[in-house]
């Protein structure tokens, strides 16, 4: 089993008092489309979410997904990966990915389990831009996991992924979808400016 893990615990402490994951693309909230997007790569799917009073479970509770309340998770991204990656079921890797990358979508992550099996022995799978800039989804082997145990703070899996670089099989995505987030008001603006010009050509 290969599990996809979405973090969608943090604050939004960016969005001048806005929760970016609720903010709606195509009439969809960004949390939704992203977990609809990973349950269509046929893998189990769980969700990193502040707590069950939240609004993004509210937003999931009709989905076949399985939520995690890490409470953790007001240390950073290292305390949401530490408490939710120990709640994983066994599996032979699992994938990590961040709920507000707009662009990712179903065939990125399955090309990232399809190099998994091309390179079982690679620690780390990681999608990069086009250009090679390293970026997210990042699928880790289950060897990994203990590794995760040690981590907090806001840098995440920063030195793992360092430590095991050598080990690491890259996955080139269009564009720069493998590094767009959206963060702030600002890169919501540029990110709907884009899709305007978009759709009206």
Request: charged share 30%; hydrophobic share 35%; aromatic share 6%.
């Amino acid at each position: 089993m290969t599990p996809i893990l979405i973090l969608a615990a943090g604050t939004s402490s960016r969005m001048s008092g806005k929760d970016k994951l609720l903010q709606d693309i195509d009439g969809t909230p960004l949390l939704l489309r992203t977990a609809r997007r990973a349950i269509a790569a046929g893998k189990p799917v769980f969700v990193a979410i502040p707590g069950p009073w939240h609004p993004r479970y509210q937003l999931l509770r009709s989905e076949p997904v399985a939520c995690y309340d890490i409470p953790d998770a007001k240390e950073g991204v290292g305390g949401t990966l530490r408490g939710s990656i120990k709640r994983l079921p066994p599996c032979s890797a699992f994938m990590i990915l961040l709920a507000d990358m707009p662009d990712i979508e179903t065939a990125d992550m399955l090309r990232l389990f399809e190099e998994k099996q091309r390179h079982p022995a690679a620690k780390i799978v990681r999608a990069t831009t086009e250009t090679g800039l390293p970026g997210h989804p990042i699928l880790f082997d289950s060897s990994l996991r203990p590794d995760f145990e040690k981590i907090s703070g806001d840098q995440g899996a920063v030195e793992i992924v360092k430590r095991f670089q050598d080990q690491t099989t890259l996955v080139p995505l269009d564009g720069d979808r493998a590094r767009l987030d959206l963060d702030t008001p600002e890169d919501w603006r540029k990110f709907e400016k884009r899709r305007t010009k978009e759709l009206s050509n």
